[in-house]
């Protein structure tokens, strides 16, 4: 008897322990957050920020300086959302709603103090592969402009 | 540029005479568009509108008999398909939620012409947007006639002749629009955010 | 006209040039001494800016070249038969604006004009599709009819659904790239 028990403990413990290559893959998106501090007094502009098509227009033409402050990587899954730390010490979070049928993703965005939903609460978006923008925080003299671009396709991963 | 010049390109572009329909096209194209985009609050279907509206003008060149004034006849098509185009629309965002999504863009491009301040283009797309919040908040025939008004500066009697109702009624959607608008608008009305150019 | 204050019918009438100029005259003199009523007729003028400034600047944005473009295609198309087109417009104008003259009619001529009701009025469609004319919008339209059958292709355009701005205020606009597509940009006003 003690000895079934102790299998059936070994083979729960074992199963716990084994990779789940029976359940589906996990498909994480992959994502970009840029924040960039935005001057309107004459400055330099960042090289990779030139070849943003939507910096160049209005309002964002405006702005003689851009200074790209962080590039973050992010990576979204089902129930794990993407944190960037922001420079005025608020957070931005982005999370990942619905997978489109068309390619796209549906993703809600905040942008709050620690433990707060005191300034921008919600967001949603759908997005493409194209980035969309998210301005007007007053930051070190400038305006923060972040952008976020969302993998059009999902990258597909296997825990 | 009177309704006496008017009727001269009419009967040209009614003898098929093309140039003389672009005239007719290009002269109130604008105004028509300023109307219709009054009405209806989007710019696509606006743009819609005012195609539409054209293409029916040539079309029933032959029927117009010079009664009313061009612009007036004009007019009336675009209010008509303007109001059948508000009440598309309603129809189909009663069962179709997502089309409502549009209207959080719709249109809202910033113009694209200046390097202007960004607060001040900002501050202006502001102000455009409680505008337009505040005239979609109207009756539809409330709207038609503050737009009529404001934006082609037709006298009551040219509007009631437009709409086909009496001139009382012109007035008193009229003034009734005007006080919704400014009790909508009050912070922006009276406060020292510069509107004009 | 009240010594007090201008009524509202008047001023607003006075705002247009719809008064007599002797009452136009009357009024302009109160004007001149009641800073409330200035105030009142000041917040019109405001408002006819608002208005027109929003519909020159939106007007602005359209390429109305192309849209002759597009008003001359659909010219060039044969259309309905000239009598039954213009009882159908005529119909469709006056069930929509004034039924009574549609139904007043009697006998023979309601009845005709009920058949062209049936003929001519349409469920909803898309206005460019009326006069087949080819129009930029119709692929996209195209798209939503066939995907219930065929998996949609892969849309270029990010969109915002919905956007809470809390305690702050904010606008939300795109911005138009040179391949047509749009960048939607979500502003936060931080006074």
């Not at chain 2, 006496?4 to 105004?31: I, K, P, Q, T």
């Not at chain 2, 029927?63 to 303007?82: A, D, K």
């Not at chain 3, 008003?71 to 469709?92: D, H, Y």
């Not at chain 3, 001519?120 to 898309?126: G, I, K, N």
Request: charged share 25%.
């Amino acid at each position: 008897m003690l000895s079934r028990i102790a299998a059936l403990a070994f083979f729960i413990a074992a199963f716990g322990a084994l990779p789940a290559s029976g359940q589906d893959v996990t498909r994480d998106v992959k994502g970009e957050v840029l924040v960039v501090l935005a001057k309107e007094a004459e400055g330099p502009v960042d090289a990779k920020l030139k070849s943003i098509d939507a910096l160049q227009k209005p309002p964002f033409n405006s702005f003689k300086t851009m200074e790209l402050l962080a590039t973050h990587e992010v990576t979204l899954g089902e129930a794990t959302p993407a944190t960037v730390q922001l420079p005025n010490g608020r957070s931005l979070q982005i999370k990942l709603v619905e997978r489109m049928a068309d390619g796209r993703h549906k993703v809600s965005v905040s942008i709050n103090r620690p433990d707060k939903q005191d300034y921008l609460p919600l967001l949603t978006v759908i997005a493409s592969g194209e980035p969309f923008f998210v301005a007007g925080q007053k930051h070190a003299g400038g305006t923060l402009v972040i952008g976020v671009k969302i993998a059009g396709k999902s990258a597909k991963s296997s825990k | 540029m009177g309704p006496d010049a008017d009727v001269e390109l009419v009967a040209r572009a009614r003898a098929g005479d093309r140039a003389a329909f672009r005239m007719l096209f290009d002269r109130y194209n604008r105004r028509a568009f300023g109307v219709a985009f009054g009405v209806v609050k989007n710019q696509q279907d606006a743009a819609d509108v005012v195609q539409e509206a054209f293409i029916k003008v040539h079309r029933h060149l032959d029927g117009f008999q010079g009664n009313s004034s061009f612009y007036t006849w004009l007019y009336r098509i675009v209010m008509n398909l303007s109001i059948d185009q508000l009440r598309r629309k309603k129809k189909v965002t009663e069962f179709d939620e997502t089309v409502r999504k549009d209207d959080l863009a719709d249109g809202a491009t910033l113009p694209q012409g200046a390097h202007e301040n960004p607060s001040k283009a900002i501050a202006r797309k502001e102000l455009t947007d409680q505008l337009h919040a505040a005239l979609t908040e109207l009756p539809e025939y409330h709207r038609a006639v503050i737009v009529l008004r404001e934006v082609e500066g037709l006298s009551y009697e040219e509007m009631a002749k437009i709409l086909k109702v009496p001139k009382g009624t012109i007035m008193s959607r009229l003034f009734h629009a005007r006080r919704k608008m400014q009790e909508r608008l009050v912070g922006y009305l009276d406060g020292d955010l510069k509107v004009t150019e | 006209m009240s010594i007090e204050h201008v009524q509202e019918d008047a001023l607003n009438m006075h705002f247009d040039g719809e008064l007599a100029p002797a009452e136009a005259a009357s009024v302009e003199r109160h004007l001149a001494t009641c800073g409330e009523c200035s105030k009142r007729l000041n917040s019109m003028q405001r408002l006819h800016e608002m208005i027109t400034m929003s519909a020159a600047q939106v007007a602005s944005e359209v390429d109305f070249d192309a849209m002759f473009g597009r008003v001359e295609q659909g010219t060039k198309v044969a259309p309905v038969p000239r009598l039954i087109e213009r009882i159908g417009l005529w119909v469709t104008e006056s069930l929509q604006h004034n039924p009574m003259r549609v139904w007043a009619p009697a006998g023979g001529l309601a009845l005709a004009a009920a058949a062209a009701v049936i003929f001519v009025l349409r469920p909803s469609e898309p206005m460019a599709k009326r006069g087949v004319v080819p129009d930029e919008r119709e692929p996209k339209r195209e798209k939503m009819m066939v995907a219930e059958n065929d998996p949609a292709p892969e849309s270029n355009a990010s969109e915002v659904v919905q956007v809470d701005f809390g305690s702050n205020t904010g606008t939300v606009f795109e911005i138009a790239l040179a391949d047509g597509a749009s960048t939607p940009v979500v502003w936060i006003n931080e006074d």
